[in-house]
């Protein structure tokens, strides 16, 4: 997976000569039995290339620890500076995106996080989920919420030790859930953040340079299995299938398929290529799905690994895609 992305340049360093000298960047990283310093230094650096299920689980658990937190409550506030100072942390620039949600109750203040990791093309491709919790006594969304959530944070660390191809922003989005109920107001009374996001790009004139998106959503189930998601577009499900079976992940990513109302559909509105990875199979008869069973418990970090690295495992060729699609090739590099 390293080979697919340019390290930077700090990364390489950290590394050490030995490798540096070895792998040009962006090949592959052999092992070589005949020197030890040369295939510790690879192993480390694959092993870094994959995301931690055991980080991911606990992102979950430090979010559910904070309590239940719905748009507007103070508990979202303590999450949101967890979520700052993580993607801080990876050494991404982290902005965030504050607005009013105009709700069934009233004026609700919300935040988008957004950190960018600078690729080679200023052209973006987001990777996103939500972490806002549904407004429920005792809710706590372990895996509504929490897992997507710590699905963006882990594949946000893994690939900021890359250059990748295009640029990524990490996109955390804040009033994803209902306030009253998810048709309430004419069916608007959901997805404030990214109906707000997308609006706002395309406002600012960015939305122009978002080429793809990449939504998480309740991918922590222990019993993982996502179906492809009708909405989504083909090209995209067919390339995260694809990585899914190359990792030898095809019993949890079926080959039925469902229709999902979701963060997607505002940027799919507005012209950009989405795939929605979301298990809305969640329980005995989906009988966890927004209410209190939705605890730690239920949730697997192996689970959030599976679906992130199967998305960092389908980013270059999302990008190939993309490259054939401006029928844009790499400028040949000065001697
Ligand atoms: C997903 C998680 N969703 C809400 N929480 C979106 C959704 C809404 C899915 C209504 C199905 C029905
Ligand atoms: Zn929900």
Redesign the pocket.
């Known amino acids: 997976m390293l080979n697919r992305f340019r390290l930077t340049e700090q990364r390489a360093l950290t590394l050490g000569m030995v490798l540096l000298l070895a792998v040009p960047s962006g090949c592959h990283a052999q092992s070589d039995s005949s020197s030890p310093a040369v295939s510790a230094a690879a192993t480390s650096a694959q092993q870094a290339a994959e995301v931690d299920a055991a980080r991911a689980y606990d992102h979950v658990k430090k979010m559910v620890a904070l309590g239940p937190h719905p748009s507007g409550s103070e508990a979202i506030k303590k999450v949101q500076v967890y979520l700052e100072n993580e993607l801080a942390s990876y050494g991404l620039k982290v902005s965030g995106d504050s607005f009013n949600g105009e709700t069934p109750r009233g004026s609700v203040p919300m935040k988008n996080i957004i950190a960018e990791l600078r690729g080679e093309k200023p052209d973006i491709v987001l990777i996103t989920g939500h972490y806002d919790t ?1 407004r429920q006594a005792d809710f706590v969304g372990a895996n ?1 919420g929490g897992s997507s959530a710590a699905a963006v944070l882990e594949t946000a660390r893994v690939l900021s030790k890359t250059r990748p191809e295009y640029t990524l922003w990490f996109v955390l989005f804040d009033g ?2 209902a306030v009253v109920d ?1 048709s309430a107001m004419d069916g608007r009374d ?1 997805t404030y953040g990214s109906r707000h996001l997308a609006a706002k790009l395309k406002s600012d004139g960015t939305l122009s340079r978002v080429r793809a998106m990449v939504l998480f ?2 991918i922590g189930d222990k019993d993982l299995d996502i179906k492809r998601e009708g909405e989504s577009t083909p090209w995209m499900v067919d390339t995260i299938w694809k990585a899914a079976h190359a990792l030898g992940h095809q019993k949890q990513f079926l080959n039925s398929e469902q229709y ?3 963060d997607h559909l505002p940027f799919k509105e507005a012209g950009v290529p989405v795939v929605d990875l ?1 298990d ?1 199979n969640y329980g005995p008869q989906h009988s966890y799905w ?1 209410t209190n069973l939705d605890t730690l418990d239920k949730i697997s970090g192996e689970s959030i690994k599976i679906v992130a690295d199967v998305v960092i495992r389908a980013l270059p060729e999302v990008f190939k895609h993309l490259n054939q699609a401006t029928g844009a090739s790499v400028k040949p590099t000065s001697q």
């Open positions: 549904k509504d994803e859930e998810w959901n959503d309740m999902i109302s979701d979301i809305f927004h």
